[in-house]
């Protein structure tokens, strides 16, 4: 069974880096068939895709994010993480990791964000 | 990016009941769909992918269906555990985008 175990602090001073990880057990983070994704879940605002990093370590960013985002793979340990700086206060939400995993379905090719980490509660404070 | 579109944005139902929800994309993704069910302080589950394929251990009461720009997600008979909030989300591109979500109330 695969699970996602996230990790690291709930609240982030503003101007200072979000820092989040996130473990992966019963599945491989260098899996060829997985992104390994952040999204977040802003008060008001619904889910927002953050990005992935793949198995080769090549990563994609939401273009809103791209200037403050890294998102990192350390399959050592089977994680990956999430650094996001210079935060404000509207960056105050639920971060969730996730797996958006290919589904191969009679020749055709379909992604599903199919497990998620329980989600961070991040509070940017002044 | 891909908007996603869904209506309606809550919606008040018994117990029995069957209920549809919409989900439109601003442009033309395929089947590339999924829909997900979030329930308070939990993080969301996928109940669907492909537009119409259940995930594993989903109950049958849930289907989906459409292609293109156009999709429902119908529960045929609403259970106590099925009220929650859905959402849809589209696997066709990156950034993955989701609808605003539907809020299934009693």
């Known amino acids: 069974q695969v699970q996602l175990q996230q990790s690291g602090p709930g609240l982030v001073k503003s101007s200072q880096t979000l820092s989040l990880t996130c473990t992966v057990s019963g599945a491989s983070v260098t899996s060829t068939d997985s992104y390994w994704t952040w999204i977040r879940q802003v008060p008001g605002k619904g889910l927002e895709w953050i990005g992935f990093i793949s198995y080769r370590g090549s990563t994609n960013y939401n273009p809103s994010l791209k200037s403050r985002l890294a998102i990192s793979v350390d399959s050592s340990k089977n994680q990956f993480s999430l650094n996001l700086s210079s935060v404000t206060a509207a960056d105050t939400g639920v971060y969730y990791c996730?797996?958006?995993?290919?589904?191969?379905?009679?020749?055709?090719?379909?992604?599903?964000?199919?497990?998620w980490g329980q989600g961070t509660t991040v509070t940017v404070s002044s | 990016d891909i908007q996603m579109t869904q209506s309606p944005s809550s919606l008040s139902a018994s117990v029995g009941d069957r209920v549809t929800i919409t989900c439109r994309a601003s442009q033309g993704i395929v089947n590339a769909l999924g829909w997900y069910q979030q329930k308070p302080g939990k993080a969301p589950k996928c109940l669907i992918y492909a537009a119409s394929i259940l995930q594993s251990g989903v109950p049958s009461r849930f289907s989906g269906r459409g292609s293109g720009t156009e999709f429902t997600l119908t529960i045929s008979s609403l259970q106590p555990e099925d009220f929650a909030t859905y959402y849809c989300g589209q696997h066709n591109s990156h950034p993955r985008t989701f609808g605003q979500g539907t809020q299934v109330e009693i």
């Open positions: 996730l797996r958006d995993r290919l589904y191969s379905i009679s020749r055709y090719y379909y992604y599903a964000m199919d497990v």
